[in-house]
């Protein structure tokens, strides 16, 4: 019951970021990208300070601000950034695709700087999800589009995340760790309001309630996944994240007269398949090790 309740969780929170992406690219057709940025960045963090608070946690105790936290703040910001502009400029469905690379990204990561070991296995269907990538991206070809290189920004800052997350200190509360993440896309949103074009205006319509929206999915979606990764064991929850995918396609077909081509939809095929051949390797061999002991 507590891995159904778990994967539930998951898959709402994944419908959960997909309506946040949309709430982004409908608002991006109007306002400057770092103005949305600025503005989520207050909405969230206000609730998240607002949690710690009842909790009983203090957002600015030293343990919260030594290196390894505000790396991750920075990385989180770079995310943000990277990933809310790609949203602008390319097709919801292409984003979502891209993003999935993520935890092939993380496993390499956690071979060269954490030490890890990560077999041959597990390097081909890094590769085979790179391929993926490739036919996605299409670099040099007449489909090839350059903002979707952003995506790809947006995977490594998110994938140094949570590497860094492994290495920091476990008793800074989540709460804390979530109102970091989004006072620091503040400052990295006005840069970037200053260095791209468009200027910062009054909302209109309904814009206020997409902007609201935005904060209450986001938000949701991030309680989402720290609930089904404390209800759930990991191996049951970790590939229903791939679910996200399967929204977005939906939202860019439905919201946006998206009609991703075959190569883009092999392409995503190829990421999922080799992200969940690496997860359920790792799976075994996590399994292996007591066994042998």
């Known amino acids: 019951m507590n891995n159904i309740n778990g994967i539930l969780l998951v898959i709402g929170a994944m ?20 103005q949305i940025l600025i503005l989520l960045g207050l909405g969230s963090g206000s609730v998240f300070a607002v949690l710690a608070k009842l909790q009983g946690h203090r957002i600015f ?21 990277s990933f809310a502009t790609s949203l602008a400029l390319v097709d919801i469905s292409v984003v979502a695709a891209v993003f999935q690379a993520t935890p092939l990204v993380i496993t390499m990561g956690a071979a060269l700087f954490l030490g890890e070991q990560v077999g041959w296995r597990r390097w081909s269907a890094i590769l085979v999800g790179f391929a993926g990538v490739l036919m996605i991206i299409r670099p040099g070809l007449s489909g090839f589009e350059p903002a979707a290189l952003l995506v790809l920004v ?37 840069l970037l309001l200053v260095l791209t074009p468009g200027e910062a205006r009054a909302l209109e319509g309904g814009e206020t309630l997409m902007l609201l929206g935005g904060v209450l999915f986001g938000v949701l979606g991030y309680y989402g996944i720290v609930s089904a990764m404390r209800v759930g064991d990991a191996s049951a929850v970790t590939p229903f994240r791939y679910t996200r995918l399967v929204f977005s396609l939906l939202a860019g077909v439905i919201m946006f007269n998206e009609r991703p081509d075959a190569m883009t939809l092999a392409g995503a095929g190829l990421i999922i398949a080799s992200g969940l051949y690496t997860f359920l390797r790792e799976r075994r061999l996590a399994r292996a090790v007591p066994a042998a002991a």
């Open 154 to 190: 947006s995977v490594g800052a998110v994938a140094a995340r949570d590497l860094l997350t492994r290495v920091m200190d476990s008793a800074v509360p989540s709460t804390v760790v979530s109102f970091q993440a989004f006072a620091a896309v503040i400052p990295a949103a006005a």
């Open 15 to 34: 419908a959960a970021f997909t309506l946040e992406d949309m709430f982004i690219k409908t608002l991006s057709e109007g306002l400057p990208v770092g």
């Open 61 to 81: 105790a030293p343990r919260a601000w030594r290196r390894m936290p505000v790396l991750r703040a920075l990385t989180e910001a770079l995310a943000a950034v």
